[in-house]
C-alpha cells in the first residue's frame, strides 16, 4: 500500500480462519486502518492480493461490511439511523430498486437488536458517540456480510455500547462471519479475539491471540516496555 510515493503497508501475508474475530493493533501510523480499507476495496493495492476463499474480494459485492472511524462520518448529513442502516442494502438491492418494506423492517429489527429501538427516525447528530458507532454496526449488519471490518470502533464509547458491540461481534463469528477489528485497546484485544495480527509499517506477528499476543511481539510492534497483564477471554478461539 502507497499513499503517492509513501509507502504505507507492505509484507503483510496471512491466512485468516472463517468465523475469526482478529485484533489489528500497532502504533499510530502503522497500517491498521490502510489495511482495513484495503480489505474493504477503498484504496488500490500497489502489489499483492486479498482474496475470500481464494476467490478475489470484489466478488463478495456488498458481503463485506466497513465500519469507518467515527471523524470520517459527516454527522451533519440529512439522514436518519434508519437512512443509515437501510444504505447496507443498496447494493444488494441494485440500481433499479429502491429498498421497501421488507428491507425497513431488517433495518428496524438491527437497531432494535443493538438496544435503540424506536430510534430509526431520529437524525444521526442527535445520537452519542457509542450509539452512532452501533447506527453503522446496525448497516453492517443489514449487509448480510460474510466479512466486518471496524476500525476502532471503541474510541470514545461507555462501557454499555462495548458490551453491546461484542455480544453483536461474538455472533457475527457464532454465524462463520469473519471480523478484523483495529484497535488501540490492548486490553479488548486480549479478552476480545481469537487472533492477533500486529503491524508497524509491515506484519510484525499473526497467529492465535493465545500464543502471539506476547510481550516480545509487542514490543518488537511498540518498542519499549509494553505491560501484558492475565485476562478471561469473553469466548473460545475459532477452531
Not at 446496525?138 to 462501557?159: N, W
Not at 455500547?161 to 457464532?174: M, T
Request: hydrophobic fraction near 45%; include cysteine.
Amino acid at each position: 500500500m502507497r499513499y503517492g510515493h509513501n509507502l504505507a503497508l507492505c509484507e503483510v501475508t496471512a491466512e485468516v480462519p472463517a468465523g475469526s474475530v482478529v485484533g489489528l493493533i500497532g502504533p499510530n501510523g502503522s497500517g491498521k486502518s490502510t489495511l482495513l480499507k484495503a480489505v474493504a476495496g477503498s484504496v488500490p493495492l500497489a502489489g499483492g492480493s486479498v482474496t475470500f476463499g481464494g476467490k478475489p474480494l470484489r466478488e463478495l459485492g456488498g458481503r463485506v461490511a466497513y465500519v469507518p472511524q467515527r471523524e470520517e462520518v459527516n454527522w451533519g448529513f440529512p439522514v436518519t439511523a434508519l437512512d443509515v442502516v437501510m444504505m447496507g442494502r443498496y447494493r444488494a438491492l441494485g440500481w433499479l430498486r429502491w429498498p421497501g418494506r421488507a428491507e425497513r423492517r431488517a433495518a428496524e429489527a438491527a437497531l432494535a437488536t443493538l438496544g435503540l429501538e424506536g430510534m430509526a427516525g431520529r437524525h444521526i447528530s442527535q445520537f452519542s458517540g457509542g450509539q452512532q458507532q452501533r447506527i453503522f454496526l446496525a448497516r453492517a449488519m443489514v449487509q448480510e456480510p460474510v466479512l466486518v471490518l471496524l476500525d476502532e470502533p471503541f474510541t470514545g464509547v461507555d462501557v454499555q455500547n462495548r458490551r453491546v458491540f461484542h455480544e453483536q461481534v461474538r455472533r457475527f463469528a457464532r454465524a462463520g462471519v469473519t471480523v478484523l477489528v483495529a484497535t488501540h485497546d490492548l486490553d479488548e484485544v486480549r479478552s476480545t479475539t481469537t487472533h492477533v495480527l500486529l503491524l508497524n509499517r509491515r506484519m510484525v506477528a499473526f497467529g492465535r491471540t493465545a500464543t502471539t499476543f506476547t510481550p516480545a511481539n509487542l514490543r518488537a510492534a511498540f518498542g519499549g516496555q509494553v505491560a501484558v497483564f492475565e485476562q478471561v477471554p469473553v469466548f473460545e478461539e475459532a477452531p
